[in-house]
């Protein structure tokens, strides 16, 4: 990932806590937008394990500033998996009414993440969980504000915490 540091880098410029006094912010900002142009491929394999669904936990409260790279639906052990595509808030409404022409079939699962206004999202699916039925949301986590990983007092970014990744003994962050 020494060429995640390098195009960092390259965003941002000669930066340091002396001459941008909000460096981090810098860091993180440019580490999210490289992070937004990776393939969902490339960050599957970063990836904390999945969070699972069921009909005792049918909706998961985003941990903060993550990317969602799929969430996907079983119906009781027996049907294919099937991939739950995000729609707005008006359709996913729209999901749970069994009069619309939008309504969530074991087919057709829909989610969407509900912000409460409160900072914190809550990712639900439709149809709802009953039974056996499964699903599980795969994520990655974008660095975290109070968390860092300084060399040289410059921020590298915080991979160990947020991703699981090791730092190099030369301080470049690494996928492990």
Same mark, same amino acid.
Do not use: C
């Given at each position: #990932?020494? !060429? #995640? ?5 390259? !965003? ?8 941008? @006094?909000?460096?981090?912010? !810098? ?22 394990? @999945? ?21 996907y639906r079983k119906e009781e052990n027996t049907e294919p998996t099937k ?13 749970g009414d069994t009069n619309s022409l939008y309504h969530a079939t074991k ?18 699916? !439709? @149809? ?14 974008? @660095? ?5 990983l300084h060399v040289n007092n410059i921020y590298q970014g915080d991979f ?17």
């Amino acid at each position: #990932m020494g !060429l #995640m540091l390098n195009r960092v880098n390259e !965003l941002i410029g000669d930066a340091s806590a002396t001459t941008h @006094p909000d460096v981090n912010n !810098l860091y993180s900002s440019a580490i999210s937008e490289i992070i937004n142009h990776l393939p969902e491929e490339e960050l599957l394999g970063h990836s904390p394990e @999945p969070i699972s669904l069921s009909a005792s936990l049918k909706t998961w409260q985003l941990p903060g500033e993550v990317k969602i790279l799929g969430v996907y639906r079983k119906e009781e052990n027996t049907e294919p998996t099937k991939e739950a595509k995000e729609v707005s808030k008006i359709t996913f409404d729209s999901a749970g009414d069994t009069n619309s022409l939008y309504h969530a079939t074991k087919n057709s699962p829909v989610y969407n993440l509900d912000n409460s206004g409160d900072h914190t999202s809550i990712l639900k699916v !439709l @149809p709802d969980f009953n039974g056996s039925d499964t699903g599980e949301i795969y994520f990655f986590n974008y @660095p975290i504000e109070k968390e860092r990983l300084h060399v040289n007092n410059i921020y590298q970014g915080d991979f160990v915490v947020s991703t699981g990744w090791n730092v190099a003994a030369s301080g470049v962050s690494v996928a492990s």
